[in-house]
């Protein structure tokens, strides 16, 4: 009897080879071509140290990350544990830390929208404790540049209010504000071509279309932004626009893409995607170093949760244990 994950995969296969093929979103020069429609394809420079001093007139990048680490099991018996860290290219970073359990529900309401929504509201959690390591930054170091993990729609979604107060401080005090987004999850090109966008195209993610697509060290600056990425209801002079750039920024054949506010890639700044490209290296994953270094030290290790745990009542620390961390096998 045939193995049905292996005709299954093989259906699959099938079906994705057609949907990805040249046929189907044109071959490399043709959807190049297609691009210079909405923005410029460009090489990227790899800045040397004298042009990095005179950009950045002796201030900081500061990097910013968040993460969650878990203690549990399903859905409501566990406890995460949240820190967002803001870290300058010289001196201390900031670190700032929540905690989140869905137990105890007020009443049986609000254990119904828990369930559904739990998630979400961990993540707009952790993107307000992101934002907010921000603006501690701004406060503390006044830098250049602050590079934010993730697209700069998620903050501004998730945050609102607090999202506004970062986006007015870093206009007023000249910082660039950058999202930085590895696992690209957006329908950018779409948006921004509208009518114009081939047949073959609709329905098909950034990441799809700019497959392989790009040169290595090259950037495709979109020349406005996506439609939808201001809030519903904002007032047009005050709602955050976000435009995007895809950067080739390693020898990885998918792209890297950067958010910036409309108002700041408006003003030319071209100069920020080649700074990132200088400190991207070339065989990584196309994110600039000073990311990966704050993403590493903002993680939790195991030993540090474990600690954290301990404080836990040991009846809450059984309740909540996963029935498979007493596995024998």
Same mark, same amino acid.
């Given at each position: ?39 410029? +394809?460009?090489? +990227? ?11 950045? %007139? ?123 987004? %590895? ?84 003003? #030319? ?16 994953? #196309? ?43």
């Amino acid at each position: 009897m045939a193995d049905e994950w292996v005709m299954q995969l093989q259906r699959l296969n099938g079906r994705l080879s057609g949907e990805l093929s040249d046929e189907r979103l044109g071959d490399r020069t043709q959807r190049r071509e297609t691009l210079r429609q909405i923005g410029e +394809l460009r090489p +990227l420079n790899r800045l040397n140290g004298e042009a990095l001093a005179g950009r950045f %007139e002796d201030r900081l990048l500061v990097g910013v990350d968040g993460t969650i680490n878990s203690f549990g099991s399903h859905f409501p018996y566990y406890v995460d544990f949240l820190r967002a860290l803001a870290k300058p290219s010289r001196g201390e970073g900031i670190s700032l830390k929540d905690i989140h359990c869905p137990l105890p529900p007020e009443d049986e309401a609000e254990a119904e929208i828990a369930l559904r929504n739990d998630n979400e509201v961990r993540q707009r959690k952790l993107a307000n404790l992101e934002v907010q390591a921000a603006l501690a930054a701004i406060d503390a170091y006044r830098p250049a540049v602050i590079l934010m993990d993730g697209p700069l729609v998620r903050f501004d979604m998730r945050t609102k209010e607090s999202f506004s107060i970062l986006r007015e401080k870093v206009i007023q005090e000249n910082i660039l504000l950058a999202g930085c987004i %590895e696992n690209i999850e957006s329908k950018v090109i779409a948006s921004v071509m509208g009518d114009a966008l081939p047949s073959g195209w609709r329905n098909r993610y950034d990441r799809d279309l700019l497959w392989r697509v790009l040169d290595y060290g090259e950037v495709l600056e979109v020349a406005r932004p996506a439609k939808g990425t201001a809030r519903q209801g904002q007032d047009a002079d005050t709602a955050t626009r976000i435009r995007t750039w895809f950067m080739q920024s390693s020898r990885e054949p998918g792209v890297v893409g950067l958010d910036l506010l409309e108002e700041q890639a408006a003003a #030319g700044v071209s100069w920020l995607a080649d700074y990132l490209f200088t400190i991207s290296p070339a065989d990584g994953r #196309g994110i600039p170093i000073w990311l990966d270094l704050v993403d590493r030290e903002v993680r939790l290790t195991h030993a540090e949760l474990e600690a954290y745990v301990q404080l836990l009542d040991p009846q809450v620390r059984r309740v909540f244990a996963s029935k498979r961390d007493a596995r024998f096998f």
